[in-house]
């Protein structure tokens, strides 16, 4: 199993999904940046949120700080999937699954949410 996909394709599935994301979400999006990778230097992930979460910042704490990062790793999200179609799918649910992280949300939380 598993779809090729240039890099530059695989970038716009991720900004697809990013595009979808609704206004007032990506408002709270402040001092964060989504970049793609490969594959994770260890473990079996498809995304990762580095980060201060939303619910976690405050004046005091968060201040000139690096921006957060979400990476979403290519190659074991195109090995998931049989066609462009599926990929697109599997790569909107770990965007979304990330972003969640920054707002806070548990594995749980986005497990019950389907994006996980």
């Known amino acids: 199993m598993g779809v090729q996909v240039s ?19 990506v408002a709270q999006m402040d001092n ?4 793609v990778e490969d594959a994770p230097a260890s473990g079996d ?9 939303l619910p976690s910042r405050s004046p005091l ?17 195109c090995e998931l999937a049989a066609d ?10 770990t965007v979304l ?3 969640g992280h920054h707002f806070g949300l548990s594995d749980e939380d986005l497990e019950r949410l389907g994006w996980a």
């Open 97 to 99: 699954h990330e972003v």
């Open 61 to 77: 704490s968060y201040g000139g700080v690096t921006p957060d990062v979400i990476t979403i790793y290519r190659l074991p999200l």
């Open 7 to 25: 890099r530059r394709r695989f970038e716009e599935l991720v900004a697809a999904a990013l595009d979808g994301i609704p206004d007032e979400l």
């Open 84 to 93: 462009e179609a599926e990929l697109a799918r599997q790569v909107r649910i």
């Open 32 to 35: 964060v940046a989504v970049v």
């Open 45 to 53: 992930v498809l995304g990762h949120y580095q980060g201060v979460d």
